[in-house]
């Protein structure tokens, strides 16, 4: 069977420019990860698996990539990162067991260091709602999550009907669930 | 006399996290009720705090770490240190294995909580005591009600782990085996290890909402009456992101347990979105 035209022609993207690549992100990626992503053979197991890769822009395997190559830019910027909840189902179908949630980890924590514009802004501002409960608690208090979550994106009636309705089933408490000595993750939380 | 005052009382230490801890109460009590009635004693590890969750090691991997650690120097030593949540067990496993391979990591944990690692500290979800203690010699089969329920078991992510963390024990197949016991018979189907979309559900609910009908479409396709969750983070986004017409109850693991060994409370059932109690009086199993 003759195959087309189009099976040939690989997708249409940027061309890389060797000039871009930077080794020295890629070794700092690895050592913060804790995994080797350069035994990524493309195989696109964790791609096939992954339950969201149709909302991601790179698949998991081309991330693999990008940091192999040492494209930061790309690699720092896309939403892929932000997407990925690490269920680890990419990790348990790997073939070369890489932790490749790990290397989404370490690759968000890049991006907010060099104050590249995330992409996903409403999950980095949930996932800093949570810290900063954990921070005031030393537990995570849903409901105040869920209200400074809603008033920071200035839209406190989308989810309003599921809000209530949790509440009616008591399924979220007005007050915290909190710690006796939350002073003492003020070591966890100094700047 | 029980059998389960006949067989030698366990004692271990309990990590219930802040889901159980709040949103599914219903989770925490019936899991206290269960092990109870089996002679298990729960003792919740005083002044515990959130393990990070997920959103700690998606953005600062030491705080996510030093999270993990409080709880881990809170844990008394010589008794394991059990814990209900998935996500939790994942959390409190992966700073053990840091603490195991990182003399610097060793050296942050004595510095903050001002005393050596237990390398000896055992974390381990529920589901590993209930297949290790032999449970069935625990409760008489007088205090068994039988189920007559068919159930699509779902473990979530919970049965991923990264490949540092393997091999530990696989909970594969622990909900089929105990709920069998109890008289469930549980259906195979496709999505019983596809991921709930945990904290997609508050900024993207758009991609969580088709996951979660897919999923419950899926069990009751597959001839199932119920869902059974392993992890009450996944029952919360199964109950609260579904919009299908007519959904199918979702329990918890533990609650089915309690409901079997008698001591289940009806207010854990009135705190479902869905409610499950119709299906539970069709089957003449009002708690």
Redesign the interface.
């Known amino acids: 069977m003759e195959r087309s035209e189009a099976a040939m022609t690989p997708p249409k993207g940027p061309p890389i420019r060797l000039s871009a690549l930077d080794p020295q992100f890629s070794r700092e990626i690895k050592r ?1 990860a ?2 080797d992503f350069h035994a990524c053979l493309q195989c696109r197991s964790c791609s096939g698996g992954c ?2 890769s149709d ?1 991601m822009d790179y698949m998991p395997n081309g991330v693999m990539r990008l940091v192999q190559l040492g494209l930061k830019q790309e690699a720092l910027s896309c939403n892929t990162i932000w ?1 990925c ?5 990419c ?2 179908q ?1 073939p070369m ?3 490749i ?2 290397v989404m ?2 690759l ?2 890049r991006a ?1 260091a060099e104050h590249v514009a995330v992409i ?1 802004p ?7 709602e ?2 900063n409960s ?1 921070a005031r608690y ?5 409901l105040e999550i ?1 209200l400074r ?1 809603k008033l920071k994106r200035r839209d406190l009636f989308s ?1 309003l009907d ?1 809000g209530l ?2 509440l009616a ?5 007005l007050t915290p ?1 909190r ?3 939350t002073e ?2 003020q ?3 100094r700047p | 006399m029980t059998a389960a005052d006949r067989a030698a009382p366990i004692e271990v230490s309990y990590f219930p996290g ?1 889901s159980l ?3 599914a109460k219903e989770n925490n009590q019936s899991l206290i009720e269960s092990c109870a009635r089996l002679g298990i004693r729960l003792v919740e590890i005083p ?4 393990c ?10 030491r ?1 996510a770490f ?2 993990a650690c ?1 709880n881990l120097a809170l844990a008394p030593a010589g008794r394991p240190l059990v814990t209900a949540c998935p996500s939790c067990t994942l959390r409190l496993k992966h700073a053990q294995h840091l603490l195991r391979h990182d003399a610097g990591a060793r050296g942050r944990y004595e510095t ?1 909580w001002g005393r050596p690692y237990d390398p000896d500290l055992h974390v381990r979800h529920f589901f590993g005591l209930m297949v290790e203690i032999d449970w069935r010699s625990r409760i008489g089969n007088g205090d068994v009600v039988p189920l007559d329920l068919t159930f699509a078991p779902y473990y ?2 919970m ?6 963390l393997r091999p530990s024990t696989d909970h594969h197949g622990v909900m089929e085996r105990v709920l069998g016991d109890l008289g469930m018979r549980s259906v195979l189907w496709a999505s019983s ?3 709930c ?4 559900t ?4 758009d ?1 969580v909402t088709p ?1 979660v009908n897919a999923i419950l479409q899926n069990a009751a396709d597959s001839g199932a009456e119920c869902v059974v969750t392993a992890c009450a983070m996944c029952h ?1 986004n199964l109950e ?1 992101r579904c919009t299908l017409k007519a959904p199918i109850p979702i329990f918890h693991f533990s609650e089915l347990i309690a409901l079997a060994f008698g001591s289940a409370r009806r207010d854990w059932f ?4 869905i409610d499950p109690r119709p299906l539970l009086s069709r089957k003449g199993l009002a708690a």
């Open positions: 913060l804790g995994t339950p969201f909302h997407i909840v690490g269920c680890h189902t990790s348990i790997c067991a890489i932790d949630p790990g980890d370490a968000r924590e907010l996903e409403d999950i980095l501002a949930f996932h800093r949570v810290l954990i030393g537990r995570t208090h849903k869920m979550y989810d599921v309705r949790m089933k008591r399924k979220l408490d669930s710690i006796a000595k003492e993750l070591k966890v939380f | 802040c801890a709040t949103t002044d515990w705090n959130c990070g969750s997920s959103s700690a090691h998606s953005i600062d991997h705080i030093d999270l409080r903050l979530g992510c049965l991923n782990r990264p490949a540092a290890t596809q991921c979309g945990t904290f997609l508050v900024a993207r609910p991609i996951k919360m609260v009135s705190r479902h979105l």
